[in-house]
């Protein structure tokens, strides 16, 4: 059964980015069974996903490519990269911020460095530098200072077709450019490297002059000094990610300038956001599972500053509402931890809070004042536990020793009691539930 189904297209005016990406996030699916799906075959999905199992499926539009592969792949997450998609029901979005309604996805995914999860308060969002979905090379060694020469990309194709007046702006500098088609410049041209191979290519060249696209963040990955050039509207946002990160940031056409600008390495992210989105595209779905919004901060507020909530936690003062958003806002987007909201009955009866460790996965919930006392948290835990069967090895639980009804229901769930510890001056237990 297909479990992950991947829809983009690829051509001169849309470039190749979108293969890119989702050709990165499809390999760290496996080997979970995937499908690549586009409108139409030419040189960037030839080489984008020629290793990988894809089906073209041509349309007057990406919709209709959407419907078809919803009819073929029943029951299989859709993952979409695509500006003019809008069946986007249920569906993981990769985004670069451009306006259009996303309320009905499962999940936005906006890499850019500088995204909030209020850009899309209806529904879960993750972003930022730690998402940015890159292939496996580029998270290997780093780039060390060297003599070799300038690597120069503007684009698979260079649609802004700026190519030319940079490389006259920057001779007689050694330059090798990375583009999909030959300028007639004169210079060394690479094309289609493959992952390893565009690595060490950017870890051979003494500095990098790209597009404010993948290639800045594949370089960024790698320590590459870079100076970014804007060459379409939708790299505003990560143009103004590097320049906030100190990189030198032009509009296309400012060859002089650009020429001139000293390469920053920004060191924004660390090459792992294709692994990090894979686990979310495979991970289960449970309807009484929610993943937060951030149009949820108010009643979590609300449900964390009740007095036995607060009583029973291991940090007892009251949360002020500044504090706590500035908390959501740094969970919904943290590549370690995960918020969901329970419900039963047609209700919110609850939350439950993941957060990754070396130990194991730290559970921490809180049932909702007007539910206690109906069996809530015991349902709290048993979604939880469906939802972390084969996909979490190991639940942990730090409980107080002076909160018998939390020991109880612990122990009720099958947590073994593994080690005691204080932890903020309360005297704790840790338990543990391998899975």
Same mark, same amino acid.
């Given at each position: ?64 490519? =959407? ?12 993952? =979409? ?119 060490? @290519? ?28 804007? *060459? ?44 990090? =989105? ?49 908390? @959501? ?11 969901? =909201? ?41 979604? @939880? ?43 704790? *237990? ?6």
């Amino acid at each position: 059964m297909i479990r992950a189904v991947f829809i983009a297209d690829g051509n001169p005016r849309l470039g190749a980015g979108h293969l890119v990406r989702t050709a990165a996030i499809a390999r760290a699916c496996q080997p979970a069974p995937v499908r690549m799906v586009t409108r139409e075959v030419n040189a960037l999905h030839a080489w984008a996903w020629a290793d990988l199992p894809h089906e073209v499926l041509p349309a007057a539009t990406i919709d209709q490519t =959407i419907a078809e592969a919803r009819r073929r792949w029943p029951g299989a997450r859709l993952v =979409i990269d695509h500006y003019e998609a809008r069946d986007l029901a249920g569906a993981v979005v990769l985004d670069d911020g451009l306006p259009r309604d996303l309320a009905a996805a499962a999940l936005v995914i906006d890499p850019a460095p500088g995204v909030r999860p209020q850009d899309h308060p209806a529904v879960p969002v993750v972003g930022g530098p730690a998402w940015v979905p890159l292939r496996p090379a580029f998270s290997g060694p780093p780039w060390q200072p060297n003599d070799g020469p300038w690597l120069v990309a503007l684009g698979a194709t260079d649609h802004s077709g700026g190519l030319p007046a940079l490389v006259a702006a920057l001779r007689p500098r050694p330059m090798e450019l990375l583009t999909a088609v030959d300028p007639g410049l004169g210079l060394p041209v690479h094309a289609h490297l493959g992952d390893d191979g565009l690595a060490d @290519l950017l870890r051979r060249c003494r500095g990098a002059i790209v597009s404010s696209s993948t290639i800045a963040l594949e370089c960024d990955a790698l320590g590459v000094p870079l100076v970014a050039v804007q *060459t379409a509207d939708n790299q505003a946002r990560l143009a103004a990610g590097l320049q906030s990160a100190g990189v030198p940031v032009f509009p296309a056409g400012s060859w002089g300038a650009i020429a001139t600008a000293t390469p920053v390495a920004a060191h924004l992210g660390d090459g792992l956001g294709a692994q990090r =989105i894979a686990r979310r595209v495979l991970e289960p779905t449970l309807e009484d599972l929610r993943p937060v919004r951030w149009a949820d901060a108010d009643l979590l507020l609300a449900w964390a500053n009740d007095p036995g909530t607060r009583a029973a936690s291991f940090t007892t003062v009251p949360i002020a509402r500044p504090d706590h958003l500035r908390w @959501l806002e740094a969970s919904l987007l943290s590549p370690t931890r995960r918020l969901f =909201i329970g419900w039963a009955d047609g209700q919110p009866i609850g939350t439950v809070r993941l957060d990754d460790t070396p130990e194991g996965a730290v559970v921490g919930i809180t049932v909702a004042p007007e539910q206690r006392g109906r069996g809530r948290g015991r349902q709290l835990l048993e979604l @939880l536990r469906a939802w972390a069967t084969g996909s979490v090895p190991r639940l942990v639980a730090w409980v107080r020793h002076d909160n018998p009804a939390s020991l109880r229901l612990f122990h009720a769930a099958g947590y073994q009691p593994v080690r005691d510890e204080p932890i903020n001056g309360h005297p704790a *237990t840790c338990h543990h539930l391998s899975l």
